[in-house]
Every structure is written in C-alpha cells, then in structure tokens.
C-alpha cells in the first residue's frame, strides 16, 4: 500500500508522530482496524478503540441509534467484549496497523480504571490511552467526569499506574464547567485532552409518549455540536491548555476539513471525527486534502504553527 504522508501535515501529539491530526473517534470505528475495508488508514493519524470495560458490556436495548437534527443519538451504552478479549483478539491487530492506535478505558470504579489502563500500558501496540470519564449513556458513566473533585481522586491512582503510555482524559460538555474539569484533569496528570464527548439529549416519540430511544437519554453527536466544541476547545486551551503544554484534541461534529481546521484555529493540536465515519468513512480523507492546501495557502511549513492562531 503507497502510504501518503504530507510532512505540512505531520503531528507531534506528546512524543507520539501521528501523519497528521486526522483521529477516528472512539465507538464510531471498531475496536482496531474495522474500518480498514472502506477507508486507507495509511492516510490517517490515529484511531482511538471502543471504550473497554473490565467485563463484557452488552450495551443497551434497541433501538439504541437515532437520526437527529444536524446530527445523531446513541445510547449504545459502552457496549464491548471487555478487557481479557480485547487483549486477545483485538490488540495483535494493532501491531500491523498502519495508523497510532489509542485504547479507549471506560469503568465504574477506580479499580477497574487503574486495572485496564495498566494492561493497556503493558501493550507496546496501543501507543497512548484515553481515559473517558464522560459517556452519558450508561447508569456511571459520568461519575468521574462530572466534577473536579472525583476526577482528580481518579487520577491519583490512575497516573501512576501509566508508565509509558500518554494519557489522554476525554471530557464532556454535560459538567457546569469544562475549564474546570480541564484544570483538574491537568493537576492530576493528564499528558493530553480530548473535548468533547456527546451531550445528553432527549428524543421523544409523541405518539407512544416514550422516549424514542430504549435507555431514554441518549447522547447527540454530529454537526449540531460542532460550533460548542470549538467554544470549549477554545475555552481550554486559553485558560488551561496553552499555558499547561498539554494538547488537545478536538472533536465534535467534523465533517469538512473547514471545521478541522476551526478545531486548529482554537488550540487543536489534533482532530477527530466520529459521526462524519456513519455519513461517509471516506470523509477523514477529505479533510486530509482540505487541511494540506489550508496549512499551503496559510503559508505555513507545518499545521501546528496554526494550533491556538485564532484571532479574537
Ligand atoms: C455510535 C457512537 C458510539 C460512541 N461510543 C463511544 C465510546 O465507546 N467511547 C467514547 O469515549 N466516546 C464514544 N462516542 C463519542 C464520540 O467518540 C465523540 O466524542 C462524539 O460522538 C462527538 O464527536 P462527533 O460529533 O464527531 O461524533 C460515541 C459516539 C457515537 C456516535
């Protein structure tokens, strides 16, 4: 396979060197390599896995997936076959991939954090790990990462256990206060942020009178989102981020290397794409292109010259 690389393009995400800043979103692409069939990832930077948990999750009932304005509900619910078949079915995968792969952790306890970010930082094949403390779909899937205090009481026993890996906390927008959230994620350690998870949302069948979806909230992802994470990256990098050192990878509703680049312009190190992949998993290609003539016509040798460059 001809790997296509452009250096303008070339990412510097806490010592890892991604191609570019093209990330697919954790649970919109498989566990590893899923996507390899409809999409080269030679051309993109990273993939982050489905959230693990310790044991198997079915996930939620059906109907769990639902068209919405400018956008998509989920409540999967963290569905996956849990750490021990991860580690052995799914992680030798990663060692032939040709893009970084990223473990996603997800758990209900500290213990179950600590314990599947140890085995991730044990893997040589899963490059970095991203802590997601934010899934509103599931009974405890915010008790981290809803406020500061807990999520720095997370950390304290997570960071140390990774060793070698870079740890990513992804965030998201249902606390009263990212910033906040983001500050604590940094004092406890953090190497990296992703911002942002989806909102939780409501969608209601007025004929049955239920909730549409079978978990009744759901998350909403997609387009609609887009312009509030930028505010939010925007909002990190200004107050916690740019001073800390620590990248961010934005993500929420990219579909056009245009909204990419608006992740850049707002203190983006790197970018990711989740429900664009339902839309068309060739999109992340798209932006690819989109983002090497933007950094050219900039007149800049490398993206990351433009990261924090917007002018308020
Ligand atoms: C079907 C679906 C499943 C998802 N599963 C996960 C998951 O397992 N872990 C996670 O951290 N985020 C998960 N997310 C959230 C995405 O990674 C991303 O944060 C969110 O969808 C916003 O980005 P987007 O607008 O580009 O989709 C999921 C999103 C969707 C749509």
Same mark, same amino acid.
């Given at each position: 396979?001809?790997?296509?690389? *452009?250096? /303008?393009?070339?990412?510097?995400?806490?010592?890892?060197?991604?191609?570019?800043?093209?990330?697919? =979103?954790?649970?919109?692409?498989?566990?590893?390599?899923? &996507?390899?069939?409809? $999409?080269?990832?030679?051309?993109?930077?990273?993939?982050?896995?489905?959230?693990?948990?310790?044991?198997?999750?079915?996930?939620?009932?059906?109907?769990?997936?639902?068209?919405?304005?400018?956008? &998509?509900?989920?409540?999967?619910?963290?569905?996956?076959?849990?750490?021990?078949?991860?580690?052995?079915?799914?992680? +030798?995968?990663?060692?032939?991939? +040709?893009?970084?792969?990223?473990? /996603?952790?997800?758990?209900?306890?500290?213990?179950?954090?600590?314990?599947? %970010?140890? =085995?991730?930082?044990?893997?040589?094949? $899963?490059?970095?790990?991203?802590? *997601?403390?934010?899934?509103?779909?599931?009974?405890?899937?915010?008790?981290?990462?809803?406020?500061?205090?807990?999520?720095? /009481?997370?950390?304290?026993?997570?960071?140390?256990?990774?060793?070698? /890996?870079?740890?990513?906390?992804? !965030?998201? +927008?249902?606390?009263?206060?990212?910033?906040?959230? %983001?500050?604590?994620?940094?004092?406890?350690?953090?190497?990296?942020?992703?911002?942002?998870?989806?909102?939780?949302?409501?969608?209601?069948?007025?004929?049955?009178?239920? +909730?549409?979806?079978?978990?009744?909230?759901?998350?909403?992802?997609?387009?609609?989102?887009?312009?509030?994470?930028?505010?939010?990256?925007?909002?990190?990098?200004?107050?916690?981020?740019?001073?800390?050192?620590?990248?961010?990878?934005? $993500?929420?509703?990219? &579909?056009?290397?245009?909204?990419?680049?608006?992740?850049?312009? %707002?203190?983006?190190?790197?970018?990711?794409?989740?429900?664009?992949?339902?839309?068309?998993?060739? $999109?992340?290609? @798209?932006?690819?292109?989109? !983002?090497?003539?933007?950094?050219? @016509?900039?007149?800049?040798?490398?993206?990351?010259?433009?990261?924090?460059?917007?002018?308020?």
């Amino acid at each position: 396979m001809v790997q296509h690389s *452009n250096p /303008s393009l070339a990412t510097n995400l806490c010592g890892i060197t991604l191609r570019n800043p093209v990330v697919l =979103a954790a649970g919109t692409c498989g566990y590893v390599d899923e &996507m390899a069939d409809v $999409l080269d990832l030679s051309r993109i930077g990273a993939i982050v896995t489905k959230s693990i948990t310790a044991e198997k999750r079915d996930g939620n009932r059906p109907a769990r997936i639902l068209d919405a304005p400018a956008g &998509m509900l989920n409540a999967i619910g963290l569905a996956n076959k849990g750490l021990e078949a991860f580690l052995r079915d799914e992680v +030798p995968r990663a060692a032939a991939s +040709p893009a970084v792969i990223i473990g /996603s952790v997800a758990g209900n306890s500290i213990a179950d954090y600590v314990r599947i %970010a140890s =085995a991730f930082d044990a893997s040589p094949h $899963l490059r970095a790990i991203e802590l *997601n403390v934010s899934c509103p779909n599931t009974a405890d899937g915010l008790i981290f990462g809803d406020d500061p205090a807990s999520l720095r /009481s997370l950390l304290a026993e997570v960071r140390p256990a990774v060793t070698r /890996s870079t740890l990513i906390v992804k !965030l998201g +927008p249902n606390a009263s206060s990212i910033v906040k959230l %983001a500050a604590a994620a940094v004092e406890g350690g953090a190497d990296a942020l992703t911002l942002i998870n989806t909102f939780t949302a409501l969608a209601i069948d007025v004929h049955t009178r239920r +909730p549409r979806l079978s978990n009744g909230t759901a998350g909403y992802s997609g387009p609609g989102i887009h312009p509030i994470a930028v505010r939010m990256v925007h909002d990190v990098y200004r107050n916690v981020a740019s001073e800390a050192g620590v990248p961010l990878i934005g $993500l929420g509703g990219v &579909m056009r290397w245009e909204d990419a680049a608006e992740f850049i312009l %707002a203190g983006a190190t790197a970018v990711g794409m989740g429900t664009a992949l339902f839309v068309d998993p060739r $999109l992340p290609l @798209k932006v690819v292109h989109g !983002l090497e003539r933007w950094v050219d @016509k900039q007149g800049c040798r490398n993206i990351s010259e433009l990261t924090g460059c917007v002018m308020m």
